[in-house]
Structures are given as C-alpha cells and as structure tokens.
C-alpha cells in the first residue's frame, strides 16, 4: 500500500457525501480521496414534498452543489458514471458525463467506499410511466406538482404505497430483519401532508387516500408498539388501507391491480418502487444474490477487507432509510481514520447500531417523529407528533446545507434529545 493510501468513494448523496466528509475529518491528511459520481450536487430528496404542496418547483432548492466543501476537505471530484469494479485488481472504470461521447477511463484505489445508492425499478411497473406519480427525485417531484396545481388532479381517490421490496441473502451478512418494503416512511408522510393539502383546496381530506403495502402492515420497521398507537390514528382520521399486496402487477388509468389479485379504484397513484442495486453492482463477489455489498457492522465487506460500502448500497441497510446510513458513515469513517493512522481511539470502535429516527411532515407546520430498534430486538419506541418534528426536519436541511453535509457529531443526539422530550 502507498505511504499516503488513495480512498476512493463512489457516490455523493446522503451517505457518500457524509462519509467522505467524515472520513477526512477522522484520517487528516494522510490519505488521498477522490470522490465520483454523475452528478456535481446533491439532491435534497426528504424535503420535495413540502416544495410540492408550496407549489415550488423542487429543482430551484433542493440541488445543493457540494464541491466547495470537497475542496476545502482536499478531496478530488470527478463527474462520472461509474461503469465497472474490478475488486481484484483494485480498479474502478468509469466514464465522464459532463458531455457525451467520453472515453471510459479507470481509477486505481487502496480502499473503496461503495455509497451509490440503488436503482428504482419503476421500469419494472407495467403502466408507471403514463398512469404513475411519485416524490423520489425532483424531477418526479416537479412533475406531481404540475399536475396538482395545474388541474391535472380532479378531486378523485389516492392510493399511496410500495411495490415489493426484493432484500438480498447471503450466509456472510450479519444477522437483519426482512423487509418487504424499502422503506415506508416517505408513503406514511405523504399521506399526513397530502390530506392537509387536499383540505386546504377543499378537495377533501383523509378519506381520499388509501395507503397500501406489500407487506402483512405498513411501517413494519417502526414496531409493534409504535403501529399499535399509529395504525388506529389512521383508521380514525379516515384513510383507507390496504395491506399484505404482495407487489404491484400493473397501474391503469383508473387504479392499480396487486399480485395478490386486488384492484384499488384511484385517479392519482403516488407509488414506491422496489429498490434495486445497480446492474454493475450485480455478480460481483462482494455482494449478494441481489446485488447489495456485504458488510459487517464495521460497513467493511469480509472477504475484500478494502471495500466498504454505505446507504441503500449496503445489504444491512433495511429498511433503506437516512438514518442509517448516517450512522454508518461515522462508524466507517473511524475505522478507516484509524487504519490509515489519522485517529487514535481511546477506547474500541463500536459496530454499527440499528434504530430508526424519522421526521416527517403531516402539513400546517406539524409533522411526526419515530425513534425506535423495537424491530431489531430493542426497547426503545418513541412516537410524537406536533410543531417540533417539522421544526427539526426544517432544521436539519438548513443545518445540512450550511455544513455541506458534515453534521456534528452532537447533531442527531440533540435532535433525539429535543424530540424525544418535546411536543409543542
């Protein structure tokens, strides 16, 4: 290995941008980092609703460009799409977007941080492209909101859910729950804020909307005691819900047929794909059947001890939720500052610990707060609603932005103290 090791990050969203952030902060100067991915912003994917429902086209503010802070981390960005990894070799190949018709070229590395999210399979959905609407990206985002504001909407019913989630299996990733969605916070969210909007409009409410999952219930990974104090709440604000579909077969005009023989009747059909893992990801020996990299709870593959991986690329990432990853990026970035001798720990490295922290957004400057690891055998489960959990998403975006992506180390445990303790 090189006196001074090149780290190479694939991906700078939520979870790459984060971890190579932290990792330099951990390491110092002695390692080199490079960063790639296809796009020189991040996109600020928590937060399209609330643009949506203000009428704001998400793509004016929610694109956050970040290789000011790369820069000032000495951390070298290159806008490309990966097109290869070869873990034998220790080489990534990739090609330059920022214009067609580049030529692939390849990047050498002595440790690899695999962050490149995942790969939503609306293709997969027969009818998704014509009759379908989702908030995953701005570009969807803006489209949704054209339609609502522009008439497209004329006051009939919503259904709002997620296709099946396929979760990779091997023998060599540590012992996780199955989900059978990916992650079932944003469909609940948008629910809340969505009857909100349609009231304000006076095109209705609650009773509009049915949700819908594929699995036996919705927000699975929130745990019983949270769902036992959420499921009635729904009922008695009154949406409809529809659980244990089994997948998405098709989406027509006038509704969605299940792959457990159901039909649901909707005008609008806000729908969340089944998370895939990139096609170059798919094969590869430090994945699993799916295509997701196989970690330990140090995010660091077992039989590549190079290759590390966070986010929706990592295998234990289930559900494929923000919080996460966070929390992965702080454990990978110590373990790689200490390899390459820039940290020093006083005491062992903890692995990874699983729990669940959302925020979402119920509309009228409320929202919702679950802090639980109920679903991975803890006591911890905490739900609120009120002014507080929208202040802190608010909050979060603003602090994520003037940071550039490298929260404090104190932020998620104010943020859990405040919420935990507080409803205004």
Known sequence: MAAQPHILILGTNFAGLTTARYIREFAGENARMTCIDRKPYLTFIPNIPIEV????????????????????????FIQAEVEAIDVERKAVEYKPVERSGSAIEEIDY?????????KLAFDEIEGFGKYGHTFTDTYYGDKIRRHLHEGGYKGGPIAIGSDLFVQGKSDKLPD???????????????SFSMAEWLKKRGLGGAENITMFTPAEVIAEDAGEKILDELLPMVEEMGYGYRAHTRGIKRIYEDGIEFKDG?????????IFPNWR?????????????????????FMRNPDYPEVFAVGDA????????????????????????KEVGGY???????????????????????????????????DTSILKM?????????????????????IPGWGLPVSEFIADRTVI
């Open 176 to 190: 996780v729950p199955v989900a059978e969605a990916a992650c079932e916070g944003p469909p609940v969210e948008i």
């Open 386 to 406: 009120g002014h507080t959990p929208h202040l802190l998403k608010m909050g979060f975006k603003t602090m994520y932005y003037t940071l550039g992506g490298k």
């Open 314 to 337: 990592a295998s234990i990432t289930v559900p494929k939720l923000g919080s996460l990853g966070h929390l992965e990026a702080e454990v990978l970035a110590k373990v790689l500052g």
């Open 53 to 76: 429902w203000n009428n704001n086209n998400p793509e004016t503010s929610l694109h956050m460009p970040f290789i000011k802070f790369l820069e000032r981390d000495n951390i070298d």
């Open 277 to 297: 893992a990139h096609d170059f990801l798919r094969d590869l020996p430090i994945t699993d059947d799916q295509g997701f990299i196989i970690t330990d709870l």
């Open 344 to 378: 020093q720990p006083k005491e062992a490295i903890e692995p990874l610990k699983f729990k669940l922290v959302c925020m979402g957004d119920m509309g009228a400057h409320t929202g919702f707060y679950m802090h639980t690891d109920e679903w991975w055998g803890g």
């Open 110 to 118: 002595d440790y690899l941080v695999i962050a490149v999210g995942n």
């Open 262 to 270: 159901s039909s649901l009747e909707a005008e609008l059909k806000i």
